[in-house]
């Protein structure tokens, strides 16, 4: 999936990006997983619709691909001081769409998927050129700088280890 080349929404993309770290199984996303009464007795919670859509070997993969826009591709920006200095196992996409609207970085560590859009609901909203507009300068920075704060928060306790190759992957 080109990241900028269709017309989809940053909630949505991240939903599908999820289904690599999760060994091929798309998980529904829900954005209210309970809710709770004054007295703290659950009044709702939200069913987890889970589906295997791609096989895990092939997931892991394409995994390894978006790690290599990280370690030798577009990404690579990630690992300076100026863009984040960020080092533990990522794999990520960078996108830019037609005449520069709008940049797109998804990142992906083994427990957690971000995605960053920067542009404007009018199309006619754009950067003067793809150096200043494409998804490595304008979104990659800002999920870099995102991210030193996850890493620097032990509550989260997002993990630095790599992505985990499934069972079945020779």
């Known amino acids: 999936m080109c990241l900028g080349s269709m017309d989809i929404s940053l909630f949505d993309l991240v939903a599908a990006q999820c289904i690599f770290p999760n060994n091929g199984i798309y998980t529904r996303p829900t954005t209210i997983e309970r809710i709770t009464d004054r007295n703290g007795k659950v009044i709702y919670s939200a069913f987890e619709e889970r589906e295997q859509v791609i096989n895990s070997t092939v997931a892991f993969e394409i995994i390894k691909m978006l790690k290599g826009v990280i370690q030798i591709g577009t990404g690579t ?25 709008d940049g797109w970085f998804i990142g992906l560590t083994p ?4 995605g960053v859009w920067v542009g404007a609901e009018d199309r006619g909203v754009r950067f003067r050129s793809t150096n200043q507009g494409q998804g490595a300068r304008t979104a990659l920075p800002i999920y870099g700088y995102f991210m030193n ?22």
């Open 77 to 101: 920006g990630l690992k300076s001081a100026k863009f984040g200095n960020i080092h533990p196992p990522t794999a990520g996409k960078t996108g830019t769409t037609q005449n520069n609207s």
């Open 111 to 114: 427990d957690l998927a971000t």
């Open 149 to 170: 704060k996850v890493y620097k928060d032990p509550k989260l306790k997002v993990s630095k280890e790599d992505f985990e190759k499934p069972d079945d992957f020779d």
